[in-house]
């Protein structure tokens, strides 16, 4: 098995009914796209040593869609997790863990578009419907997650971004060396119980 893998696609043309179903992709159809111009990409080393798992770029770019980003480093995987097996894909949810997170959101379109197809069903101008999630940003999202100073600063980058979209960053970090384990995540009764345990910094410009 190989240390580290790169997997680059550029130039996927297809049309965007071929999505339709699909979880969130599908509904670019509504948003006006009828052909998709895509970019992939997907690089990460394995240091079984450390049984780390380093996602070093996952990227999903679309011409006057945007880039989606994500890098980060998940603990606890080894070799076992790429054999196909099943008990040995369940073991990981019970030994893996998540140490660090980039996400990066680079609109080129895609909001703008979002923006004027839920204006139009929601009968108000799209100025008007971009006040309220920058209200919904700022005082819901602190809410959600725990109102502690990470998720205001979260909320802040969002609305930020829905204001002037271009390009929203959040980088998270495990208090914890070992990282938090995959069934804490899934067993965690709030955002705010896992919030509680990052280093989050989140950014908009």
Same mark, same amino acid.
């Given at each position: 098995?190989?240390?580290?893998?790169?997997?680059?696609?550029?130039?996927?043309?297809?049309?965007?009914?071929?999505?339709?179903?699909?979880?969130?992709?599908?509904?670019?159809?509504?948003?006006?796209?009828?052909?998709?111009? /895509?970019?992939?990409?997907?690089?990460?080393?394995?240091?079984?040593?450390?049984?780390?798992?380093?996602?070093?770029?996952?990227?999903?770019? #679309?011409?006057?869609?945007?880039?989606?980003?994500?890098?980060?480093? !998940?603990?606890?995987? #080894?070799?076992?997790?790429?054999?196909?097996?099943?008990?040995?894909?369940?073991?990981?949810?019970?030994?893996?863990?998540?140490?660090?997170?980039?996400?990066?959101?680079?609109?080129? #379109? /895609?909001?703008?578009?979002?923006?004027?197809?839920?204006?139009?069903?929601?009968? !108000?101008?799209?100025?008007?419907?971009?006040?309220?999630?920058?209200?919904?940003? !700022?005082?819901?999202?602190?809410?959600? /997650?725990?109102?502690?100073?990470?998720?205001?600063?979260?909320?802040?980058?969002?609305?930020?971004?829905?204001?002037?979209?271009?390009?929203?960053?959040?980088?998270?970090?495990?208090?914890?060396?070992?990282?938090?384990?995959?069934?804490?995540?899934?067993?965690?009764?709030?955002?705010?119980?896992?919030?509680?345990? !990052?280093?989050?910094?989140?950014?908009?410009?």
């Amino acid at each position: 098995m190989p240390s580290a893998t790169r997997i680059s696609l550029t130039g996927l043309s297809l049309p965007a009914d071929l999505l339709a179903g699909a979880p969130i992709v599908g509904l670019l159809p509504a948003y006006g796209y009828r052909d998709l111009d /895509l970019n992939l990409v997907a690089d990460a080393s394995l240091d079984e040593k450390a049984r780390d798992l380093a996602l070093r770029e996952v990227t999903v770019s #679309g011409r006057d869609i945007g880039t989606v980003r994500l890098s980060g480093t !998940l603990g606890g995987i #080894g070799p076992e997790l790429f054999s196909g097996t099943l008990p040995a894909a369940t073991m990981v949810m019970f030994s893996g863990s998540a140490k660090t997170l980039d996400l990066t959101v680079e609109n080129a #379109g /895609l909001f703008e578009r979002f923006l004027a197809a839920q204006s139009k069903d929601l009968s !108000l101008k799209p100025d008007e419907l971009r006040k309220e999630y920058v209200t919904a940003s !700022l005082l819901g999202v602190p809410v959600i /997650l725990g109102n502690s100073a990470a998720a205001k600063g979260i909320g802040a980058a969002m609305g930020q971004f829905v204001m002037k979209p271009g390009k929203l960053v959040v980088h998270a970090k495990s208090r914890e060396p070992a990282g938090i384990g995959f069934i804490d995540l899934g067993a965690a009764r709030s955002p705010a119980a896992v919030l509680d345990r !990052l280093e989050v910094e989140a950014k908009a410009n």
